[in-house]
C-alpha cells in the first residue's frame, strides 16, 4: 500500500527567507507526483504537477524536484511571503489504482510566513 | 476553463434531512470524483464516476449516495448523515480514469462544500 509522508508537519519562517518542503513514498510506481495548496476551510489549488519522466518542475517561485528511485520530491519556494502561508499538500498517482483510486495524498505541511 | 464549480459552499443539516451537494465541469473530462477531507486530514477518495459509470464504492456508507446525469455533472445525495459526517467535501474531474488501471490524469479541484451535521 502505498504511503506518502510530509515533513515537517508545520513550519514557520520568516518573509523573505527560501525554504524546503519534504514529501516521501513508499513505492517508486508511481505515474505523476502534485504538490497543493490549501487554504484553511478551502480548496484544493494545483501548484506543480511533475510526470514520472520528469526531474523538475518550475512555476514563478516554486520549484519541485522529484527523484522515483528514492522516493523523494522537494519542493522549494524562494523568497517566501506571507501570502504564502497555507496547508502545502503532496499527492502521487498511482499506476494501478485499485481500490485506493489513483490519487494518494500526503498530510500536508502547515506553513506559517511572518512579516 | 480549468474551473470546478460546487454548490453549496457551505450546508447546514440536520441528521434526518436529506440534501444534496452539486458538482460541475465544462472541460469536457469523463472522469470525476467525490472527495472527504476531515479538519487536519488530506482527503481521501469516496467515489469515482468514469464515463458515468460508477467505479468504487468501497466501505463509503450507503448514506452517501453518488449520481452522475451526465459527463459534466456530479451530484452526492445525503440523507440520516451523522454529526461525524461533518467534513468539506471536494469534488474534482480528470480526462479519464480507468478502473484497475490509472492513467494518473491530472485531477483538478473545486472549492469544496463545507458541511455540517448537528
Known amino acids: 500500500k502505498q504511503e506518502v509522508t510530509q515533513i515537517p508537519a508545520a513550519l514557520s519562517v520568516p518573509e523573505g527567507e527560501n525554504l524546503v518542503l519534504n514529501c516521501s513514498f513508499t513505492?517508486?510506481?508511481?505515474?505523476?507526483l502534485q504538490w497543493f495548496r490549501q487554504d484553511p476551510g478551502k480548496g484544493l489549488t494545483s501548484l506543480l504537477l511533475?510526470?514520472?519522466?520528469?526531474r523538475e518542475q518550475t512555476s514563478g517561485r516554486l520549484n519541485a524536484s522529484l527523484d522515483k528511485s528514492s522516493g523523494r520530491s522537494t519542493l522549494y519556494i524562494a523568497a517566501s511571503q506571507p501570502g504564502d502561508s497555507a496547508t502545502y499538500l503532496c499527492a502521487v498517482y498511482l499506476d494501478w489504482g485499485g481500490s485506493q483510486g489513483n490519487l494518494i495524498f500526503g498530510k500536508g505541511t502547515k506553513l506559517s510566513v511572518k512579516p | 476553463d480549468t474551473e470546478v464549480t460546487q454548490t453549496p459552499k457551505h450546508l447546514v443539516m440536520g441528521m434526518t434531512n436529506k440534501k444534496s451537494l452539486k458538482c460541475e465541469q465544462h472541460m469536457g473530462h469523463r472522469a470525476m470524483y467525490w472527495y472527504k477531507q476531515k479538519a487536519k486530514k488530506p482527503p481521501e477518495l469516496m467515489f469515482v464516476y468514469s464515463y458515468e459509470k460508477l467505479s468504487i464504492n468501497e466501505s463509503v456508507p450507503s448514506r452517501f449516495s453518488p449520481e452522475c446525469p451526465n459527463s459534466s455533472l456530479l451530484n452526492l445525495h445525503l440523507h440520516a448523515l451523522q454529526p461525524e459526517d461533518s467534513a468539506l467535501y471536494l469534488c474534482?474531474?480528470?480526462?479519464?480514469?480507468?478502473?484497475?488501471?490509472?492513467?494518473?490524469?491530472?485531477?483538478?479541484f473545486g472549492p469544496g462544500t463545507r458541511l455540517t451535521v448537528l
Open positions: 511533475i510526470q514520472s519522466s520528469q
Open positions: 513505492d517508486s510506481a508511481i505515474y505523476n
Open positions: 474534482a474531474s480528470s480526462q479519464v480514469w480507468t478502473s484497475g488501471l490509472s492513467r494518473g490524469d491530472t485531477q483538478y
